[in-house]
């Protein structure tokens, strides 16, 4: 027992021997390590400024148009172009031929009875670029009349507004039947217009829709009588036959792909809706 307290005692003897023997060094280290240390935590001097003398830089103020006396700046033409990049989808479907072009495409699907073929991805792309061959000539208008001489400022913004819209509203009118607008013309509370010019752009666009949506149902009509009298006719050959549990569906959806096929029916269905849309 006592042997092993003396292995104790010259164990803790030894560590003391070695702390202060250490005490010179850490004393001798401190003041050469702080200055070091120091200039390791203070910040990075930031660069020196060029001598402006009492100038305080500002932020340009930048004009690209006016409306009315007031300029139009730079912050509310990006908030005019990110509110118009957001109704960009909506008024692709109610401003041009997009409407009636999906609505036609959509019943010549269902009249065919091919269910999801072609895809809505097939159909919804071929609508668009029919749409801008339909559309072209009325985009080349205003861009011609509006557009254009207001980038160059030519013209201030409400005078392009103007210019522009005016094709836009010619092809508009060129497609609307009269009782649709004096129907709208009724709901807003207004007699008749005295020209197109005074046809308010709510009562435009909702009269454009309607006889949109009363064309495309039209021109589906037309579509559907063909593949109608087929699925007649299987469904009485069927009967006559006593095939009754057979689905007259299954029969005529081959001869609805012939006869579509025989009479060239995407170009005749595309050419005729494109012809369709009257001139502005």
Do not use: H
């Amino acid at each position: 027992m006592f042997s092993r307290w003396n292995r104790w005692g010259r164990s803790v003897r030894l560590v003391l021997i070695l702390l202060v023997m250490s005490c010179p060094l850490l004393a001798w280290a401190t003041p050469a390590a702080l200055p070091a240390m120091a200039q390791a935590a203070a910040p990075a001097a930031a660069p020196a400024a060029p001598a402006t003398g009492n100038q305080v830089p500002t932020l340009p103020n930048v004009s690209v148009g006016r409306i009315g006396d007031q300029p139009v700046s730079l912050p509310l033409q990006t908030l005019l172009l990110m509110t118009a990049i957001t109704l960009l989808p909506s008024m692709l479907l109610v401003l041009t031929a997009f409407t009636r072009i999906t609505i036609v495409l959509g019943l010549l699907r269902q009249a065919l009875g091919t269910g999801q073929t072609p895809s809505n991805q097939v159909l919804l792309g071929l609508a668009m670029f029919l749409t801008a061959l339909v559309m072209m000539p009325v985009w080349q208008k205003m861009w011609g009349a509006g557009l254009q001489p207001y980038l160059n400022n030519q013209i201030d913004f409400s005078t392009a507004w103007t210019l522009t819209t005016q094709p836009l509203r010619a092809f508009m009118l060129a497609q609307i039947r009269e009782t649709d607008l004096m129907t709208f013309a009724g709901m807003a509370g207004d007699g008749k217009y005295a020209g197109p010019d005074a046809v308010p752009f709510p009562v435009l666009v909702a009269s454009f829709v309607t006889s949109e949506l009363k064309t495309a149902f039209e021109i589906g009509f037309l579509i559907f009588i063909p593949f109608v009298i087929i699925d007649l006719v299987v469904a009485s050959v069927l009967m006559s036959m006593g095939m009754m549990m057979l689905s007259p569906m299954l029969i005529s959806a081959p001869f609805k792909i012939l006869l579509f096929i025989l009479v060239d029916g995407w170009v005749l269905v595309v050419g005729t809706l494109a012809a369709s849309f009257n001139a502005s």
